[in-house]
């Protein structure tokens, strides 16, 4: 089994790193070297033909993609420790704030990367008046997301799941990129600081 | 069981509709009006924070927002027919592709939506030079998407799953909104004959 990914703060590889390390399953990444724009060749494409990064190659040549699909073929292959749920309810539950971290959280932070921040200026056209109304709907998002976190300890309840591992990955990644978590926002600081803090955060 | 939701062409609403229709359950929608706003109501709200349909209400008071979430709890429930997958790598190809048609097609329909159809400008700031964008970048998914069905029953390989039903949604939309798919897809063509022939995809 290979996994295709790259040592960099972009947060779907590091979902994969964060994942893995919680399941205690070592499996190192074969380096895919973006600046060289590895993913884009023939041979990275007929294994995903997005050309993204991470990308798990299975020992009969199959291939998947999605770090959230990735994901849940080690949950179904190693169940334990539990990342997505193991009830009916409980599984609906991660996936849906598994969703709301992606749509709510991580879809304004990747918008003002993508049209606002100079780094991609110099790679793609941007739309910046675009861009930069998602640092408002961060914000928006931040302070929704604080209300959500009053007294429940993890994103999708009592316990820690892949919904904290997609909110972490994100929002490490925005701080990286000049949108920091507002002080105000204590139940997310006080999340942040509590999964921070689990060795599985520094994969 | 109450499923909050609303008769429009909306995407999210229907794909639990067409879900539902594929699996037998029969569980009409409890009507939340969106032009009078229901769905932002403080008594909404207490079922979903975001005010967004489709929400799943159970008969212990618990709820479950997102579509595929939604439609996830009733997988579980009710596993048969399967709609996401069976074994370990069905499940992750299932969702690889029910995300890449989130991210890949619905994405940019929903963006043009946004950001740039007369219908929305009455309602919300929009960055039309952003929308318009989308109208490419939605060909281009087409382009990519009708490559990945040569040879391919359906989305997500030889089986009918939920990967189908977010991609019909999508595409009926965004025909709905002007922007139907292209004659020159030949393979998208044939898929979207198809899986229309089926009941469900009247609900």
Redesign the interface.
């Known amino acids: 089994m290979k996994l295709y990914g790259a040592p960099t703060p972009a947060p779907n590889p590091r979902r994969v790193r964060i994942f893995l390390a919680e399941k205690g399953i070592d499996l190192p990444e074969t380096r895919i070297d973006m600046m060289k724009r590895e993913n884009k060749s023939p041979e990275f494409r007929a294994k995903n ?2 050309g993204q990064i991470p990308t798990l190659e ?1 020992d009969d040549g ?1 291939t ?3 770090t ?3 994901c ?2 080690f949950e ?2 190693q169940p334990e420790p539990s990342l997505f749920g193991r ?3 409980e ?3 991660v ?2 704030w598994v ?2 971290a992606e749509f ?1 959280l991580m879809m304004p932070v990747g918008n003002y990367w993508r ?1 606002f921040h100079p780094y991609t200026a110099a790679l793609l ?1 941007q ?1 910046k ?2 861009g930069e ?1 998602n640092v408002e709907a961060y914000s928006n998002a931040q302070k ?1 997301l604080d ?2 976190l009053e007294g429940k300890p993890f994103i999708a309840g009592e316990a820690y799941s892949m919904a904290d591992i997609c909110a972490l990955s994100t929002v490490d990644f925005a701080e990286w990129i000049g949108l920091p978590i507002k002080p105000e926002f204590a139940n997310l600081n006080r999340w942040k600081t509590e999964v921070s803090a689990r060795p599985s955060a520094a994969a």
Do not use: P
Request: proline fraction near 0%; aromatic fraction near 12%; hydrophobic fraction near 40%.
């Open positions: 033909s997005l299975l199959q998947i993609s999605e959230v699909a990735i849940r073929y179904e292959i009830t009916a309810i599984k609906a539950t996936d849906m969703r709301r709510q049209h056209k739309f008046d675009f109304s929704w209300g959500e």
